[in-house]
């Protein structure tokens, strides 16, 4: 039990069983809590903006991605960087990590990458944006084009035998048969 059970709103009986009831607090005084509470934020507020003075940002202007189209605020300096890093093509922030792990698959070669990824961003905007199921469709057989490749059909002749189940026959037939079963007994 909390030793000042009476100041938090519940009654606390005594030896004489006589129940107190909380002291009220008056409006004044609620007023003057208030008023001290603005005044010190009001203090810290002056001393962080003395403390902190900002510097002003040089001028920031629109730039539209060469890759993807999209449109962010940078800075001069910023577009500078970005077209001197990139073969003068000026790339967002999310694209340039892009290239970056292109990068990374190719071997290091940074016009490479860059050329992928922007074939992949002219082709998702020629087709992902105005089609998006079939993009999502184009994305899926590519994917298997890749698997097929790697894998080994069963029915290849000339391809060496590995380990793995091949399907013999349909199991469509023993499906019918045990359904027509069920039917008879009912």
Do not use: W
């Not at 990824?117 to 079939?134: D, E, I, K, T």
């Amino acid at each position: 039990m909390a030793p000042n059970r009476e100041l938090y709103g519940g009654t606390h009986k005594n030896n004489s069983t006589v129940s107190r009831k909380p002291q009220r607090l008056s409006m004044e005084n609620l007023h003057r809590t208030i008023s001290d509470i603005s005044f010190e934020l009001s203090k810290e507020a002056a001393a962080a903006d003395n403390d902190a003075k900002l510097t002003p940002i040089s001028e920031v202007e629109d730039a539209a991605c060469e890759c993807c189209g999209m449109s962010e605020e940078c800075t001069p300096d910023y577009i500078k960087r970005m077209r001197e890093k990139f073969s003068g093509k000026l790339i967002c922030g999310l694209c340039a990590e892009a290239v970056t792990e292109e990068m990374a698959k190719n071997g290091g070669k940074r016009e490479a990458a860059l050329n992928e990824h922007m074939n992949a961003c002219v082709r998702f905007n020629r087709l992902g944006r105005a089609y998006p199921v079939l993009y999502q469709a184009e994305a899926m057989r590519e994917i298997l084009k890749k698997n097929r490749a790697k894998s080994v059909s069963p029915r290849d002749a000339a391809a060496p035998k590995k380990g793995g189940i091949a399907r013999s026959s349909s199991c469509i037939p023993s499906i019918t048969k045990e359904m027509n079963n069920r039917e008879m007994v009912n």
